[in-house]
T-cell receptor, first 113, second 115 residues
Framework: GENVEQHPSTLSVQEGDSAVIKCTYS??????FPWYKQELGKGPQLIID?????GEKKDQRIAVTLNKTAKHFSLHITETQPEDSAVYFC????????????FGTGTSLTVIP | GAVVSQHPSWVICKSGTSVKIECRSL??????MFWYRQFPKQSLMLMAT?????????EQGVEKDKFLINHASLTLSTLTVTSAHPEDSSFYIC???????????FGQGTRLTVV
């Protein structure tokens, strides 16, 4: 089955700096890669996603890049703010309208004011 | 976006009792829902896939007789933790994919504490 690895497990940045979180996946058939933000005691919330036919996607301060050949994808957060502090999970799936998600191990991001 | 509602958000129960957690898709029909368990500072681990009108599919190592799943309607799936023990204490999260869409929407989670 699919194996998703995520690094780093913890990340601290100064407010205004950029944060980068990286994930790798093992199944070349995976074609949908969402990123979730989870705040303490809450369920994950989708913040951005990318499909395998796209190499990069950006939404304001958040961007995701995908390298299908190398089987890795990254989350980039620019101009970080304290409210960006949370746990971030990457995931991979085979896509389709009913699909199973394989999650990375999570990155605890702390933005220092 | 689509909304998935989970209830209760937290529950404390005595060891040996059963607890039911509900997962509802509020503005779309979900023939499939997923149940995850998350231990502190760990990732989400898929427990089972809930299928409307048929039996759930459990992941390896998950006891189907302990974690009963019922998906009786297109908007509701329930997870019942039977004969709960302290080691069952965890954060349980459901998700539902929106039809004709790759995205999955997550409930807000249920914190179960077994004492």
């Amino acid at each position: 089955g699919e194996n998703v690895e995520q690094h780093p497990s913890t990340l601290s940045v100064q407010e205004g700096d950029s944060a980068v979180i990286k994930c790798t996946y093992s199944d070349s058939a995976s074609n949908y890669f969402p990123w979730y933000k989870q705040e303490l005691g809450k369920g994950p919330q989708l913040i951005i996603d990318i499909r395998s036919n796209v190499g990069e996607k950006k939404d304001q301060r958040i961007a995701v890049t995908l390298n299908k050949t190398a089987k890795h994808f990254s989350l980039h957060i620019t101009e970080t703010q304290p409210e960006d502090s949370a746990v971030y999970f990457c995931a991979a799936s085979l896509g389709g309208w009913v699909n199973q998600f394989y999650f990375g191990t999570g990155t605890s991001l702390t933005v220092i004011p | 976006g689509a909304v998935v509602s989970q209830h209760p958000s937290w529950v404390i129960c005595k060891s040996g009792t059963s607890v039911k957690i509900e997962c509802r898709s509020l503005d779309f029909q979900a023939t499939t829902m997923f149940w995850y368990r998350q231990f502190p500072k760990q990732s989400l681990m898929l427990m089972a896939t809930s299928n409307e009108g048929s039996k759930a599919t459990y992941e390896q190592g998950v006891e189907k007789d302990k974690f009963l799943i019922n998906h009786a309607s297109l908007t509701l799936s329930t997870l019942t933790v039977t004969s709960a023990h302290p080691e069952d204490s965890s954060f349980y999260i459901c998700s539902a994919p929106q039809p004709l869409n790759t995205e999955a929407f997550f409930g807000q989670g249920t914190r179960l504490t077994v004492v």
